[in-house]
């Protein structure tokens, strides 16, 4: 298996246990909840511009989120977690296949 290939398989596996964890991230602890957002955004690239069409707050407001320096409200926070799945899941849909890449 090549480089592109492998790096393709590893960053696959690593968004699939992400996408896992968010099953298990607690909506009532903030840490969990900037952990995903920050995670969403910075590996696994989930726009900023997305969280602020979805959610219509703005890209402070998002930073913050990332940051835990502020969260939404209790009852959000589950909606935004399950977003950012879909997000991913979305992605890990839209990868090509590792076969197809390995034998270019």
């Known amino acids: 298996m090549g480089f592109a290939a492998e790096a393709l398989e590893t960053n696959t596996r690593a968004m699939e246990r992400f996408v896992a964890l968010l099953d298990e991230a607690r909506p009532d602890a ?3 909840f ?11 690239g989930v726009s900023a511009s997305a969280f602020v069409d979805e ?7 998002v930073s913050r989120w990332a940051n835990a320096k502020s ?25 090509p296949s590792l076969k197809r890449v390995a034998s270019r």
């Open 30 to 32: 903030a840490e969990d």
């Open 34 to 44: 900037a952990a995903a957002v920050r995670h969403a955004i910075e590996d696994y």
């Open 55 to 61: 959610f219509g707050v703005s890209r402070g407001t």
């Open 71 to 95: 969260v939404p409200h209790p009852m959000a926070r589950p909606r935004v977690l399950s977003w950012i799945k879909d997000q991913l899941d979305e992605k890990l849909q839209g990868r």
